[in-house]
């Protein structure tokens, strides 16, 4: 029937463009946000602390939304909301829930920063705190990273004991090893020298018994003819 074969090729146009928009999509990466590698930060009580953001998209951005919130153990708020006009406009920032967070970002450079900076610790405020962007230019399309900040009275010192003596020991062996080498080369220049000398003292010995026995080509002294 021509009608069937007609929505046979139909559909199977329709599943070769699905199959290559799945092959395209991981070429063109979408929205991406990043919280830097470290996934969990300590501050000592009292102090202050950078929590880092940056976003990134290859398709741009226009009027994006972003906001921080808070998740404790008891307590969730947001902390701080803001926008970014486009790639040549600063963050600005509509609300701030706590007088001591502030916006540390610029776009400036193509940074895409939108960090803040929390003042003042104190012990409640160790909890999961969350980063998040909304681009408009991508339909809306959310994205969000966590990091995790842990308050302490003071912040522990880090044993370097253990990589001390693996340096020690790696430095030694490698000492060691050049001295080999150069013991080693010392000893064949001491040999090469000891080789050279017992040559000059067999050509010279050889000369000198020639010479003793008269042999040709030898330097003997010549007696006299006798008179008659």
Not at 28 to 43: D, F, H, M, N, R
């Amino acid at each position: 029937m021509p009608g069937a074969g007609h929505r046979g090729a139909a559909r199977a146009r329709w599943l070769g463009a699905a199959l290559l928009g799945l092959l395209l999509l991981p070429v063109s990466l979408p929205l991406e946000v990043s919280v830097g590698k470290a996934t969990t930060i300590y501050a000592i009580n009292g102090s202050e602390v950078l929590l880092p953001c940056t976003f990134s998209s290859c398709f741009g951005f226009r009027d994006l939304g972003f906001w921080w919130t808070y998740n404790g153990s008891e307590t969730f708020r947001i902390l701080l909301t803001g926008s970014v006009k486009n790639e040549k406009s600063d963050p600005r920032v509509h609300l701030q829930s706590d007088h001591r967070v502030t916006l540390e970002g610029t776009t400036k450079d193509k940074m895409n920063n939108i960090s803040i900076l929390l003042r003042d610790l104190d012990f409640s405020d160790t909890g999961k705190y969350t980063c998040h962007v909304k681009n408009p230019k991508e339909k809306d399309l959310q994205h969000h990273a966590d990091i995790f900040l842990q308050v302490v009275d003071k912040l522990e010192e880090v044993d370097n004991t253990v990589t001390f003596i693996i340096l020690a020991v790696v430095g030694g062996v490698i000492g060691l090893l050049v001295f080999i080498l150069l013991v080693k080369k010392l000893i064949a220049f001491i040999l090469k020298k000891t080789q050279e000398k017992k040559k000059e003292c067999l050509v010279s010995s050889s000369g000198n018994d020639n010479t003793e026995n008269g042999l040709p080509g030898s330097k003997a002294e010549e007696k006299p003819p006798t008179k008659v």
